[in-house]
Each structure stands twice: as structure tokens, then as C-alpha cells.
């Protein structure tokens, strides 16, 4: 009872202190490259980070999983360092890059010391502007990408994926996964690499953000040295797609003890104006945390899995809203009605004004606490970008969700929660349970 | 150029992590350590319990973690499950972890919310109150928990195998989250007895971090934390040695569900000690040398560039451990290459490096990088409390938190071929091959 009183005056204090404090410089490089700044110079290092519209989605026809190859491949050497070299020279400024590829991005995290920052930027644009793409490296990458498939041939929530995407999506590149397969990235050459650069990493397409030790005045130049000598225009990017699965069971036998499971059904825009009452819908059923509704029913009350969740997915290109847990063979079946059953009365009966209330107050209050630290705030600041937000957003954001009304909520299950339309894709030995014809 | 950078470092002082940090005892004899960092309104509250899965009695493997898992549920005053709903209602997060020697429970919160968080985490050290009926359930919770991380993956039970057969007397070759057949007899009693001994302030270690000052944590730790009574029979941490190891042990486990064949070979090795972090230091280096970077270490250059022995080499050390820790090597060969081929080519290298000169140029740059990692550091306010929470579990003092970045710096190839000589010495070591088929294990 003490505990309830706490919780209910500490309530009122959540609205006086959360807003992101965090001061976003918007800034147009001299080469017209618009970049996001946080200056942090309590720590002597910079973190930067950028995102390339367009991703793995633009393999061409035939070279599925060239887009994985390529990026993996950027720190296998450029300019006149061999991949060794190349390595050498990063660790001993103590820099690092981590280069990754998506469904509808390519992206660079990268850190480095203050004192290292021209010859730390320096590298990095070799490998973005000059990789080499040698035979040898091509090769040695290759077979790391075939080990890694061949992982994915045996990993029950890898099968899960392959199946359900497959279903849902089919010709499109959200249909098969971005590694590729056996076959096609056997087939990949040196200049399918050079390709698929060309393709991915271009000027028009980039957003930027850097946080840390850094003025506004050193940003410009460094990165129109960065980014300046990369070309302009890319393929075409994908057409939208309509996602195809419909409601039902697929078990994919494998001899293991747990099952997995994949669920779901079509999703919202980002950019939707019901997006952030879909997001708090979310956050109820299946967010992050003990509190969620499938968490409750199915892990606290029965525990019949470790944890369930559900995560709305607005890509590019389609929207989806799906989930997934795990639970052993002879409780897979259950576990599964349960979830159906969480889906349907939501679906038909919205959530309590004490859900909602509850589920504001985490929002909101968790919100400035993800601006706590200088690698966090630049993957952060391209984000925003990359869907088409502007700095203003960390101020307004929870007037966005604190505006969402109950009715709003309601008005929004009803068509985005769709308990007949969700298709589970499971992997393993579940005891009754079958595919649906 | 390149080496002007690295040595131009290390005439740099070392960032003086010491600064944002203040420590303390209550009078209850539990230890407070404050880390300040007021770049967000962030504050990160932990409680460390000086127990984990290694202090277990025999026949319960699996209470601390299960333990851990109850302690979300009723105390006298609170509700099963409502100490993360108030955690979250205040738009905080929390959780919990166990390993071989300590049990922690922290909270991500506004920095305002301190107090709150003080109240309910001092409340559910002393007033747990379990249901027969929340047990139950948690245990199968678990047990889905072992099946997800140990039983569906295949290197996960291969790994348990390998350090069963490592340990051969201490505890630390029984897994943090039990053997299957124990955790399913584990009992409310069992877990509330773990509970009453370890669980007090005198086991404990306070870590606030964020935007908060020393003395107001301070005042708030004796308000909440420093009324509660310490334990007087606070159980030593008595852990069987293990006898010295006169022959290699190896093993294979075969699973249809690996996909890539790989070995593994692990050494009992030495862990970082009160005042005595000099051989840890050096096993660091060894580790990095060995198989830190695929494309400058020992193993990466050898099997990974000058011949295609390996798709994938790698070496690692943790030297954060209460008791001897292991030195660890592994090797995934590329298709085609036989695991005693791949085992061969990592003995002849590990040969090599024994009977060469270390690289200078190499020593200088993973100095430079453990270095740089420091100042790193001070970007992840979550990790540097873990940092002191480890350390102060595990029987190190704040003192040689502080000293250990500079003893990194001082380490010299000599003290690293000493350790090596030391550490790698086939009659201490398990191999273990993994492979889907006994065809493969050749």
C-alpha cells in the first residue's frame, strides 16, 4: 500500500522532467552535405555516424547478397593497404568502424580519438572512396559468408525468418534474406563488389551525424572530406509491397527441444498520424518490458516462455507488426492460443485508461534517458533523419504521445490488430500443433 | 607516422577516471560507490550481492539465478511484479544478472527518482515474501530460459561439457543457471535460504552512477540502506581449489545441429588479485597477441592470411574472476581442413610466438588501444559501474580498479612470455572439438 502512494505522487513529477536536453546544430557542409552535430567535449573522442538510403535492396538480379559481401569487405583494404595494413594502421590510432548493411540502408558507426581526428577520417575515407576489393580478401570474406549461411541453414529463429519472408514478401528483396545463398554468393565476382559500391554507397542518399569533441567550424571540411568524392545518384529504389502472408500456421520440423516462433501481420507507416498511438498500443502488448500484456499472460502467469515480445516494423518499402518467443515442444500450442487470445481482446476490447496512463509515463519518462551518451545520440540523430524528422522532434516528442487518447487507442486496435490475419511461422517439434492448409 | 601517433599517446597522462568517483562505507558495513556523470539526467542504481552461482550448495545449481528471478516478485509491502511496474510507471527500466560470483540488480532512471528506487531495493533485500504458487511458475519460466540459452544451441552444451571437464573440484564447472535436473527440484525453501544468507547489507555494494552528487547519494544511502541491520553470520567464502592438473583432458561433442566444425582449448589460468594484477595484465596482452585481431594476431595472421588453415581464429581472457579463471583459444577451420589439421597449425603457432620476439610494433598498438579504451570508457556510464561492481565482488578494492589501467600500460613482453610459459601448458588444458557427426572428428 505505501508503495502505491509513492508510485502516484512520483507521477506528477515525471511531466516536470522529461524532455530530451540535448542541443541539435543543423549544419550544410560547404559541399552541400547536411550534417547533424552535438558538441560533447568532456571526452576527448567524436563518434560518427551515417546511413545511405537504398541497402542490401538494391543487389542486382541474380546477385543476392553482393550488398553483404561489398560491405563486408570495405576493411579488407583500400588505397595502398592490403587488409592487414589497413587493420594495422586503425588499431594503432585506436579508431574503430563497424560497416553494416540492411534491407533498406548501408551504414558507418565509427569512433576515434580527438587527437587522431584528421588521420582517423583520413582512413576511413579510403575504405569508403578506394576499397580495393582484392581476389584474395574477396575469397577469404566469401568463405566467412558461406560458414555464416550454412549457420543459418541450422538456427531455428534463422529458419523461422527464411520461411516467413519468403511467404510474406516473395520476389521482392524483402523476400529472401540479404546473406544471400549458397549459390549466389559462390557465383559473386570482383566486379559484382565494384557494382554493388557504386550502387549503395552515393552522396545524394546520406545522412550524417557527429557527437563529441568537435566544433561546428572543424565538421564542414571534414566531412565534404569524407563523403565529398563519392558519386551521385543510385538505382532505382524498390517498389512498395503489400505484405502477403495470411492468417495461419507453418511448423518447420527440426529436432530441437524448444520451439520458436515467428508471428504476424501487416503494420503501419512511420509517418502514419495514428503511428504514435500504434506505438503505444505496442509498447502495452508486447514492448520491451515486464509489464507488457504478452509478458504477463504468457511468461508471468503460465511460464511458458522466457519472453514474448512484439515490435512494430515500418520499413521502407512495406509495414509489419510482428512478434516472437520461444517455448518448449509440449508448450508450444498453448503458448500460441494465448497470444491469439491477448491479440483478440485487444483487438476488441482496446486497453484500460490505467494501460495507457502507465504506458505514457514509461514512454516519456525513458525517452531523455536515451540521450546518455555520445555513440547513442549520433546513431540517434541519423535515425531521425532517415525517417524524416527534424531536431525540434527530441522537444515535442512527448507532446506527441502525451496527446494520444484512450479513444484514439481504441480507434486504432481495431484495424491495426488483426487476430484472424496472424500467420505463425514456428520451427522445432511443437505437440499439436500443424500447418494450416 | 603511424608509430609518431601511438607513442605521442603515451606520454598523455592517463584520463583520470578517479575524479567522478566517490566511495564510502555505512556503518552497516556496506560499500558505496558513487560515479558522477552529468551529461543526461540519467541515474543507474545497483546492488551487488557477494554471491553467486559458485557459492551454491552442492545439489542446488541453478538458487542464485533462480533467486534472482524471485526477487521481482511480493515482499511484505509490494505485489508480484510490482517493483517493475513502478520502475516502469516512472518511465525507468530494470533488470538483473547472475554469474559464477556475484548477483546484481540495477535500475535506468531519472535521476530524481533515486530515492524511490533506494525504498524498494532496500525493501526486497530484507522483506521478500514468496508464493508457493509464483515459485512454481518461475521455475518453468527458467527452465525455458535454460532451453533458449543452453539446450537449442548446440555450442552453448558443448561449452558446459568443456568446463565440467576443466573444473574439476570448484564450482565453476557447474553452470550459472544449473544442470537441468536440479533447477527442477529446486524448492521455495531452497531458494529462501540462499535468500537468508547472502542476501544483507554487508554482502552488498551500493553503485550509484549518473547525474548525482556524493553526498546527497550519501545521506539517501543511510536514510534507505544504512537502517538495515548487518548480518552477524555472514557465511565465508570457503571455495574448493582445484588439484593440479597432470594431464591433458579433451573431448568431443557431437551434435547434428552444428554447422561449422571448430575447436576450443582452455587453460587454467591466473585472475587479477588484490594488489597483485601484474600476471591478469599480462594475459591480457597474451590474449590480444594471440587471437585479438583476425588480421594482426599470431593465430589470424598464420591461419587466416598466410595459409587458409581457419575461416575464423580467436583468443580471450577475463581476468575478472574471484577464483582461477581460464585462458581460452578457438579455431574454426575452413572447409576442407581437418580439426587435427587446424589444432596442428594453432600449436605451431602458439610454438612460433613462444620461440620469436614479440612484435614491437604490435605491442605498441594494443597499448594504444587499451589506452583509447579508457577514455572510451567514459561513454558508457552503465559499464564503468560494472567495473567497480565486479571488481568489488570478486575480492579487488577501489584501489585496484583505479591501478589497473596503468598497470596495463606498463606491461612488458618479458612478463608476457613468462605468463605464457606459465599459462600454456598442455597438462592444464581441455580441448574440445565440435562437430555434427563422429565423421567429422578427424
Known sequence: MMMRLVFAAALSLVAATSRADVNIQQLTTPGGISVWLVEEHSIPFIALDLSIDGGASLDRPGKRGAANLMTATLEEGSGDMTAQEFQAAREALAASYEFNVYDDSFSVSAKFLSENLDAAVDLLRQALITPRFDQDAVDRVRQQVLANLAGDEKDPNSMAGKSFYAAAFGDHPYGSSLNGTVESVTALTRDDMIQSHRDLLVRDRVYVSVVGDISAAEVGPMVDHLLGDLPQGGPDLPQHVEFGLPGGVTVIPYDTPQSVVLFGHSGIKRDDPDFFAAYILNTILGGNNFESRLMTEVREKRGLTYGAYSYLVPKDHAEMYLGSFASANDKMAEAVQVVKDVWADVAANGVTQEELDAAKTYITGEYPLRFDSNEGIAGIMVGMQMIGLTPDYVVHRNDFINAVTLEDIKRVAAYLIKPDQLHFTVVGQPTGLESSQ | ?442
Open chain 2, 1 to 442: 607516422m603511424k608509430r609518431l601517433a601511438a607513442l605521442a599517446l603515451l606520454a598523455l597522462p592517463l584520463p583520470a577516471l578517479a575524479e567522478d568517483v566517490t566511495t564510502y562505507t555505512l556503518d552497516n558495513r556496506m560499500e558505496v560507490v558513487v560515479i558522477e556523470d552529468h551529461r543526461a539526467p540519467l541515474v543507474v542504481h545497483m546492488v551487488w550481492y557477494k554471491a553467486g552461482s559458485a557459492d551454491e550448495k552442492v545439489g542446488q545449481s541453478g538458487v542464485a539465478h533462480f533467486l534472482e528471478h524471485l526477487m521481482f516478485k511480493s515482499t511484505d509491502t509490494m505485489a508480484s511484479g510490482e517493483f517493475s511496474k513502478v520502475v516502469a510507471a516512472n518511465g525507468g527500466s530494470d533488470n538483473a544478472f547472475t554469474t559464477y560470483d556475484y548477483t546484481a540488480y540495477f535500475q535506468r532512471i531519472a535521476a530524481d527518482r533515486l530515492p524511490l528506487m533506494m525504498q524498494m531495493e532496500a525493501d526486497r533485500m530484507r522483506h521478500l515474501n514468496l508464493t508457493q504458487e509464483d515459485v512454481d511458475t518461475e521455475r518453468q519460466v527458467i527452465l525455458e530460459e535454460r532451453n533458449q540459452r543452453t539446450e537449442n544451441n548446440p555450442g552453448a552444451l558443448a561449452r558446459e561439457q568443456f568446463r565440467a571437464a576443466q573444473y574439476l573440484n570448484h564450482r565453476y564447472g557447474v553452470p550459472i543457471i544449473g544442470w537441468k535436473h536440479e533447477m527442477e527440484q529446486l524448492s521455495r525453501e531452497d531458494a529462501l535460504d540462499w535468500y537468508k544468507l547472502h542476501y544483507s547489507p554487508n554482502d552488498a555494494i551500493l553503485i550509484v552512477a549518473g547525474d548525482v552528487q556524493p553526498d546527497q547519494v550519501k545521506a539517501l544511502a543511510e536514510q534507505y540502506y544504512g537502517v538495515i541491520p548487518a548480518e552477524a553470520d555472514l557465511p565465508v567464502r570457503e571455495r574448493p581449489s582445484e588439484p593440479p592438473q597432470t594431464a591433458p583432458r579433451r573431448m568431443t561433442y557431437v551434435d547434428p545441429r552444428v554447422s561449422q566444425p571448430y575447436l576450443t582449448r582452455s587453460y587454467l589460468a591466473p585472475e587479477r588479485d588484490p594488489g597483485a594484477q601484474k600476471e591478469a595484465a599480462a594475459l591480457v596482452y597474451l590474449a590480444e597477441l594471440l587471437g585479438g585481431s583476425p588480421f594482426t594476431s599470431v593465430l589470424g595472421t598464420k591461419l587466416q592470411f598466410d595459409t587458409q588453415t581457419a575461416v575464423y581464429t580467436g583468443a580471450g581472457y577475463d581476468g575478472n574472476s574471484l577464483d582461477a579463471t581460464t585462458f581460452n583459444l578457438s579455431v574454426a577451420p575452413s572447409t576442407g581442413v581437418t580439426l587435427s589439421a587446424a589444432e596442428t597449425a594453432m600449436d605451431a603457432a602458439i610454438a612460433d610466438f613462444m620461440a620469436s620476439d614479440i612484435d614491437p610494433a604490435q605491442m605498441e598498438r594494443i597499448r594504444t588501444q587499451l589506452r583509447a579504451s579508457e577514455i572510451y570508457a567514459k561513454d558508457d556510464l552503465q559499464g564503468l559501474a560494472q567495473r567497480y561492481g565486479e571488481a568489488l565482488t570478486q575480492s579487488l578494492t577501489v584501489k585496484d580498479v583505479e591501478d589497473w589501467p596503468q598497470i596495463l600500460q606498463e606491461v612488458t613482453p618479458e612478463e608476457i612470455k613468462a605468463v605464457a610459459a606459465k599459462v600454456l601448458d598442455i597438462n592444464g588444458s581441455v580441448t574440445g572439438w565440435v562437430v555434427a557427426s563422429q565423421e567429422d572428428a578427424k
